[in-house]
């Protein structure tokens, strides 16, 4: 699915969105300036690779990663990074 096509999934969906743009920030202390600027939540993405090799994108809320709580095999899973694919 790319990405028009995800909004036309929420459009078709009734799901109201509003699409902002900001140069790529790979902290949270980097994207404090970017955070005071967009009318939204501040989050965190995290970028999880399992032992049968399927990837997972999870969103939090910045400040919090207990959020993420307990998940089925997740004592099988790791962080992911730009070098192990």
């Known amino acids: 699915m790319n990405e028009q096509a995800i909004y036309?999934?929420?459009e078709?969906?009734?799901?109201a969105f509003?699409?902002?743009e900001h140069?790529?920030?790979?902290t949270v202390e980097e994207?404090?300036?970017i955070h005071e600027a967009l009318p939204a939540a501040h989050t965190k993405n995290l970028f999880l690779k399992d032992k049968q090799g399927r990837f997972?994108?999870?969103t939090l809320r910045h400040d919090d990663l207990r959020q993420l709580g307990p998940c089925?095999?997740?004592?099988r899973s790791h962080w992911?990074?730009?070098?192990r694919r």
């Open 18 to 20: 509003e699409k902002l």
């Open 56 to 58: 997972w994108l999870v």
């Open 72 to 75: 089925p095999d997740r004592r």
């Open 12 to 15: 078709r969906r009734g799901i």
């Open 31 to 33: 994207s404090a300036a």
């Open 80 to 83: 992911s990074s730009d070098r």
């Open 23 to 26: 140069p790529a920030v790979h």
């Open 8 to 10: 036309e999934d929420f």
